[in-house]
């Protein structure tokens, strides 16, 4: 299974982007989804989860500013992010625990993504 995370780049503070990644191969399910970042010289931290069933979690940090949503039939995430601040400089990247068709086998993994960079400009 391949990942490919797009939406990343540069934006003022106050303005938005959207992140979106798409999971593509043998998927039976998806389970989790989320987004993590990691900015210059930090651990990479979990920003954002939805379940399968659409429930949601948040960091402090990102609350009432960042939505996170799915398309199942794209097997798609997305990050919404507004109200965007340098302290959200970062790459970020997305993961998914997916049941996998490996063979003839069916494996539960997670998966990351490559990164994509956001950058806000005070």
């Known amino acids: 299974v391949q990942l490919q995370a797009s939406g990343g780049g540069l934006v003022q503070a106050g303005g938005s982007l959207r992140l979106s990644c798409a999971a593509s191969?043998?998927?039976?399910?998806?389970?989790?989804m989320s987004w993590y970042r990691q900015a210059p010289g930090k651990t990479r931290e979990l920003v954002a989860t939805i379940a399968s069933g659409g429930s949601t979690n948040y960091i402090d940090s990102v609350k009432g500013r960042f939505t996170i949503a799915r398309d199942e039939a794209k097997n798609t995430v997305y990050l919404q992010m507004s109200r965007l601040k340098p302290e959200d400089i970062a790459v970020y990247y997305c993961n998914v625990d997916a049941l996998l068709l490996l063979g003839d086998d069916v494996r539960g993994r997670n998966v990351w993504g490559q990164g994509t960079l956001v950058t806000v400009s005070s």
């Open positions: 191969g043998s998927i039976l399910r998806i389970n989790a």
